[in-house]
């Protein structure tokens, strides 16, 4: 261990590294998006220059762009019959490895990729473990159509604080879908699935941030060396 504090893009590759694992010769692979997901890349391209064969469905078009532009073959997802793994980051993840995803707008894609994968991983710093979901705002991918409906629906489900469409310099964020994007705040969440029940229920959400139940394993970098988390009942 160094005898300094580990930064915390030294404990995404440990996670990163970790990963790995889970990636054997022509393993069929559902790529993260995100700065821990970029850093998983960046590994599995050593892995390919030495050999490894991997066929990899991207999550978003920035991840599609750095993998290609380390060799690694990105296809549509249309390519697989069933993805082997998809390596993801995660914004929170609490002790049942429940999630929220989508600080860089691109839960729909990630949760469609990761759906379609035998196992989802998540990698992640220390930073991402929480004791309960909620002080990460819950991204919210709406159709542009449906922007005030959609307010109006997410300020009625009881515990909602706030919802606000997300900006960047002054502009709407915009999906690979050509979405925009709302971050919802319901405080800290007793029930998960239940208030993933209620936005799935909402029309105009093509998909929220809530990944309940999907995680099969994160692999957590931490100051202390690297935390393997599987689900607590
Ligand atoms: C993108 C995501 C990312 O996985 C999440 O935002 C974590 O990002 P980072 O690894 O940069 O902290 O859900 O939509």
Known sequence: MPDRPLSSAEMKRMAAVEALMHIHDGCQLGLGSGSTAEIFVEELAKKVAQGLSVRCCSTSERTAALARSHGIEV?????????????????????????????GACHLREKVVASYSERLVIIADESKLVKQLGAFRIPLEVIPFSLPAVLRSVAAIRGNLACEQRLADGEAVMTDEGNLVLDADFGLISDPALLAAQLGAVPGIVEHGLFVGMAEVAYVGCQSGLRILKPQP
């Open 75 to 103: 296809l549509p997802l249309e390519s697989f019959n069933l993805l082997d793994v998809t390596v993801d980051g995660a914004d929170e993840i609490d002790p049942r490895l429940n999630l929220i995803k989508g600080g």
